[in-house]
């Protein structure tokens, strides 16, 4: 049984950085990929990025250009450094361990329980 545990939230002023960690045990394959996924009040749940076994990286178009996915294969955690935070990626982040296949990434059944991000002046 996978568990995935998300850390690294808080509270920060627009414009502003944080780093959010994902830390994957248990039954992992090599050929996992893992995504960021984000779901605010009122919205629908929102796949923020992900990044492939091999490290390439896709993200949504309300991100790019602030977010940044990294992974560290030997330790199974992969993490989420956001910059220029804005009133809107207010939301709670989830990672999830999943797969890469056909140019699109299918989300696995191991998803953390979330950590809060709050972007607010």
């Known amino acids: 049984q996978v568990q995935v545990v998300e850390s690294g939230g808080g509270l920060v002023q627009p414009g502003g950085s944080l780093r959010l960690s994902c830390a994957a045990s248990g039954r992992i394959f090599s050929d996992n990929a893992m995504g960021w996924y984000r779901q605010a009040p009122g919205k629908q749940h929102e796949l923020v990025g992900f990044?492939?076994?091999?490290?390439?990286?896709n993200y949504g178009d309300s991100v790019k250009g602030r977010f940044t996915i990294s992974r560290d294969n030997a330790e199974n955690t992969v993490y989420l450094q956001m910059n220029s935070l804005k009133p809107e990626d207010t939301a709670v982040y989830y990672c999830n361990l999943g797969t890469y296949y056909r140019g699109r990434y299918h989300s696995g059944g191991a998803w953390g329980q979330g950590t809060q991000v709050t972007v607010s002046s």
């Open positions: 990044i492939t076994s091999g490290g390439a990286t």
